[in-house]
């Protein structure tokens, strides 16, 4: 017996009204569809820049982006390259680093530490997040528990705008630097998903819920900013 795929199509209104209303209802959802994308970039206009002309600032947040056998992958040493240049160019004094340290077996904190002292930054400037298991709870933990109000913020440049939507939503005045990749299937993949994360942002912005984890304040990025720069400390 022959199939007939046509029955499970959805049939077009038969007038000219109905079809009307059909077209407006897709335009409609498209335009909701794409709202919150558009709030991420609107939000982002004008925050944007590169490590040579981002505003000095104390603090830069580096949000984590998984480990290969507790290893950064790829893009996460990418941010984290893009972290000591600005670092290293005294953009910045300190590098908050968040991830996601939610089992004993990952710790994508600590590889961030290992990876950026490997590469010349001093342990004492560098203060881990452990429990920054998504882009809005690093925004809220760097301003409620490591008192951040104002931070550069590094990642991807397809999720720096949401990043600095989120963070300004949160309290904290930010600038974001995108770090560059090739248009490769990872990057499509990175993109694509934006338009489904910038939805879950939105609601984050609107509702902002408190994050997985709050815990206590931690005097972490203070106490960096306070300590002796290493090489005023090499000199007494």
Known sequence: MPVRFGRWLPRLPRTVRGRRRAVRAVMLGAC??????????TAAAGKLRTTADVPAGDVALVFGAGLWNGRPTPYLAHRLDTAAELYRTGKVRVLLVTGDNSRTAYDEPSAMRTYLTARGVPDARIVSDYAGFDTWDS????????????????????HVKRAVALCGRAGVEAYGVGVPEPHDGTWYYGTTREMFA???????????????????????VAEALASPAPQDRAAS
Do not use: Y
Not at 32 to 41: D, E, K
């Open 139 to 158: 925004c809220v933990r760097a301003r409620r528990i490591f008192g951040v109000d104002r931070a550069v913020l590094v990642s991807q440049d397809f």
């Open 32 to 41: 909701l569809a794409l709202a919150p994308v558009t709030w991420t970039h």
């Open 198 to 220: 910038a939805a879950k942002a939105a609601l984050d912005a609107g509702l902002r819920p408190d994050p997985r984890f709050l815990g206590p304040a931690e005097r972490g």
